[in-house]
């Protein structure tokens, strides 16, 4: 394999930190809701499904999500780990793709997202059984309301909403290029490192 670029490496190796800058770009382009990603999971029955959540923390080896652990996307890592992301920044030409294995986080870090919801968000964790059927949502909006107008204090963190912690296996950063020659770099974890190939577009 030939020895890649050093300035296709923006002389790093560290794709999560690179990612992390990407994020903090896209905030500061102004663009809505930079830290959104497609989250994909696998059902018992081989089908993907897949949703749209927000990352609430980059750590130095991880991603860090919050979830209800009644919901769908819960119970399919609980069956099945593996998983795959997608950010996506049209405007400023960059995707990123992250293939890991995903793990409930530990109590307490659920517990202090939870504390940094707004109170809306913590008091919505409570009134809805997010994916559940229901006959009408009145009921849940009135009950939201209710909550809202009377609750004195945050509600403490509900035992069924957790953490979810995604290590990464490989992330691909995609550049967009006016000739059509994007650049894509593949980091492939190699032990505690990374190894990275340059793809064709």
Sequence with gaps: MAPID???????CEPLVELGEWIEEARAAGLPQPGSVAFVTVGT???PSARTVTLKRLEDDALVFTSALWTRKARE????PHVALLF???SLG???HVAGEAALAERALAEELFDQRDLLHQLQSVVSRQGEPIDDLDPLRNRLAHLAEVQETAPACPQDWGALRVRPEAIELWSESTDR???RRLFERDGDSWAVTLLSP
């Design 77 to 80: 890592i609980e069956a099945n």
């Design 88 to 90: 996506h920044w049209p």
């Design 6 to 12: 050093p300035q296709i490496l923006h002389s790093t």
């Design 45 to 47: 029955d081989g089908r």
């Design 94 to 96: 960059r995707q990123a």
């Design 181 to 183: 020659i994007h650049e």
